[in-house]
């Protein structure tokens, strides 16, 4: 059974950010999560792109977040 894989989970104070990958026939699909200490988490859509994927987590200033954990797969690409 496939399951959401966190590809890149990034902190900050107060909240965070989490880019999900569901892996499928076709390639991967992604979504992000962003959480604050006092909001309820908040989803995005789902993208089929790993530029699309960038795309959402450009809504945030991710580069400068801290990194709490990064797929294997995706290593090189973050």
Not at 22 to 29: A, H, I, S
Request: charged share 25%.
């Amino acid at each position: 059974m496939n399951k959401n894989e966190i590809i890149v989970d990034l902190g900050a104070e107060g909240g965070s950010v989490t880019l999900y990958g569901f892996r499928t026939e076709r390639g991967w699909l992604f979504s992000m999560e962003t959480s604050e200490l006092d909001e309820c988490p908040q989803r995005s859509g789902v993208v089929d792109t790993w530029p699309a994927a960038l795309n959402l987590l450009d809504k945030y200033p991710w580069v400068s977040l801290f990194p709490i954990s990064v797929h294997p797969d995706f290593r090189k690409k973050i």
